[in-house]
């Protein structure tokens, strides 16, 4: 026997022994300054006190499917941010609409053997001559073509169209193109022959917050402003400089032209390595030795219009309006975007969007009827007591409070259990969870080019080489506050919902419950 | 204060069918009256005892109060006669396991909407009037059955009621306990003016009212005692 119960009992020894010494005064020690207690705040309190196996364990189902909602939503969410940090390094964050031309025969042109097709079609010889002769080519990124600049002012006179920029989006392929001396006897070139291919982004400076470098996060130096318009400057991805030890204040090449480094900013996936002012991209790619080949006439061309909507009815209007104005491009919204999407981001995104969330509903569902189970076992064991409440004069609706606040601290000890697994579950998918991979189209918004064959089998359809790129994506679940007080409001419908249920049990007791005999 | 004509109350008990637990009880009780009621175990004592109690409506018949037929009160009004007029004492107690002797006093006059303060003070003084001032702050597990049904006495009396109903009273206490608790009922109904009816199965407490009814399949088989007080 426990010491507490030995000393109830001699408590209770004693008490019959005391009866008769009753005391005149009340002696409670009840002062009139002393704060009177909410005695139907201490009951349901004491009550739950007293089961608290019952509401340890009705809590923690409530917390396992709380928790499993939680962790299923941070994976949705995180799930979705990289879904959109794909979209970003695509377009851009304020970018409703983008505009892009596919071109009519994918890749940039290949140098490996010294011997390539711009989009154009026509071929590009190198020949190796005494020296080693070095090149720098820019061309469009593999996909994309040719937007006229005034497409752009155009676009921006549509009804509903905020705000226009114009973008490229280039490949810099360089290598050197080796002395006869420098090939082996069989053939095979030196290492330098085989080209390195870095993708710059000529950025509107005058409208920073459209385009995929809106996306970007600056983490050293500065951004580009107006007066960067013609100047040799970059912003250069953190990921490419630090793989290519490159730091602010230092220099970048691109097409054989240095630029200095005035920022470092971390992207999503799949941005370009360096940003350099457009009027200084256009110059470029219009100066380089393939702009003949990828069909560059003017200074002043582009390969994407990036545009902000007024507001957010006005999206479908404009991009109507885009489609007309411009038949042979492809506009494209964000949502038309997202689902070209694929890859194993995809799949998961899809397998968390669909199991998980069925999976969590279902526990969830589990959780409350367990939890609205117990509430009404607790109310059936309760009979007498709940009854005799209602012979005292409590109305049904007092009673109905007592079990329903009851009910309710279990729903908050569900909270406490669910955010701590929900917590809990979300950190080991960000630790444990693969990196995934989102394979997109070089061409945003365009259908990838294809190459068709004919083999023994028949005829085969494939994704031409260079239409499409992975961009790998690391997932994480992250748990925002806003989740969070989901997750206790949950917790506590839960057990508003079991309260309810133990509520309608008890509203239907009889006072005359709370006698023996009935008879 | 009691007037019941012609009142019976039938349960509907499933396979068993009906079963008419009073049965065209006719009962006069008239203020300030000891009345005990006897009889054997489902004669229908308890089921009287919850129609005085405004606990059921009967079936037929009526059952005044105070010139009031609870036949023909609402649900809600019948709450509220319990909660005001009437005080019940239960064979078992019934305390709340969980609030002190001070709280389990409360709680009765939780309806009556009184303040705080008020239900306190008023708490503390109906446990001393039972003798319980220093058993206050106890559980009812840290009491003995006597104790116990002294703080269900204090419980019943706290709200000033004008009847006192008890269901076997004494039925789960030994001897000595119970003279005591049938002397403080005796004391309060004589100090305080109190009309008390109390259902026993006990010679001795039936032998110390001033009336007694004999129930008998539902039926009043007899009334011994005159209504005067």
Known sequence: MSRTRTDRTDRAARGDREDRATRPDHGLGLRPDRPTRPLRAIHPLREVRRRWRQTLLSGAGLGVGIGLVVTVMAAANGLGDAERAVLHSLYGVGTDISVTKASPSAGAPDPKDLNASGSSGKGIGYSPGKDPQPVDQLTPAPGLSWLPSAAAAQAGRLHGVAEVAGGLTLSDTSFIVPALSQIAPDGTPPASAFPTTLLVSGVDVAHPSLGPFASAKLVAGRGFTDADRGADVAVVDSAYAAAHSLAVGGSVTVELHRFTIIGLAAQPAGSADVSIPLARAQALAKASSTSPYTGMTSPDMVTDIYVRAAGASDVAGVRSGLARLLPAATVSSASSLADQVSGSLKDVSRLINQLGRWLSAGVLTAAFVLASLLTLAAVSSRRRELGTLRALGWPRRLVVGQITAEALVTGAVGAVFGVAIGLGGAAVLSAIAPKLTATVANSPGNVAPKNVGINATGMHVTDAPGSLHDLAVRMAAPVSASLLLVAVATALAGGLVAGLVGSWRASRLPPAAAMSDVG | ?229
Not at chain 2, 87 to 95: A, I, Y
Not at chain 2, 128 to 145: I, K, Q, T, W, Y
Not at chain 2, 181 to 193: K, M
Request: no cysteine; aromatic share 4%; net charge negative.
């Open chain 2, 1 to 229: 204060m009691y007037t019941l004509s012609s009142v019976t109350k039938t349960y509907h008990r499933g396979r068993e069918g009906t079963v008419t637990a009073v049965d065209g009880v006719d009962l006069v009780i008239a203020d300030g009256d000891w009345l005990a009621i006897k009889g054997r175990t489902g004669s229908g004592k308890s089921t009287l005892l919850q129609l005085l109690g405004a606990m059921h409506r009967p079936d037929r018949g009526a059952v005044e109060f105070d010139g009031r037929d609870l036949a023909g009160l609402r649900e809600a009004e019948l709450t509220r006669v319990r909660g005001e007029a009437i005080g019940f004492v239960f064979q078992t107690f019934n305390l709340i396991p969980t609030l002190s002797a001070l709280e389990n006093v409360e709680a009765a006059l939780v309806p009556l909407r009184l303040p705080g303060a008020e239900r306190q003070t008023r708490a503390a003084a109906a446990l001393a009037d039972v003798g319980l001032a220093d058993r206050a702050r106890h559980l009812p597990s840290e009491l003995s059955g006597g104790q116990q049904q002294r703080v269900g006495i204090a419980r019943a009396l706290v709200k000033q009621p004008r009847v006192l109903l008890a269901d076997e009273p004494t039925g789960n206490l030994d001897t000595a306990t119970r003279d005591e608790i049938l002397a403080l009922l005796e004391t309060l109904w004589r100090e305080r003016d109190l009309t008390l009816v109390v259902v026993t199965h006990d010679a001795d407490v039936s032998e110390r009212a001033r009336r007694v009814a004999v129930m008998d399949a539902g039926r009043l088989a007899v009334v011994v005692g005159s209504e005067g007080n």
